[in-house]
């Protein structure tokens, strides 16, 4: 296996655990929702090998970005703000409620945005 260029690898690095952290994504989070392998994201992250342009797509879609904010090299990333992971929070709630609960939680939402 080719070592990947090391300042695109690191580039790539850099911008996977930026938006990992951002949507309070770990490893094993990659894993179970991509099914990626453990030692395959660990590699990635330490600039041991490079993603597939089908594995940073795959990426992209999944943290709701382009391929280029993984792959380039942007300005700083803005800092990650409580309010980010305060919705992470939200959704990770969100996901283990039932339709009703969750209708009752728009509900009350839609209260506090009308005040």
């Known amino acids: ?7 695109k690898c690191m580039i790539f690095s850099k911008n996977l655990r930026y938006y990992m952290n951002l949507h309070g994504r770990r490893r094993d989070d990659l894993v179970k929702d991509l099914g990626f392998k453990y030692s395959t994201i660990c590699n990635w992250l330490s600039c041991y090998s490079y993603a597939s342009k089908e594995r940073i797509e795959k990426l992209a879609n999944y943290f709701g970005i382009s391929t280029y904010q993984l792959t380039e090299n942007e300005n700083e990333q803005p800092p990650i703000h409580s309010s980010f992971k305060k919705r992470k929070q939200l959704n990770d709630i969100f996901t283990h409620l039932t339709d009703d609960q969750i209708d009752v939680l728009l509900s009350v939402a839609e209260q506090f945005k009308e005040k």
């Open 1 to 7: 296996m080719e070592k990947p260029n090391r300042k």
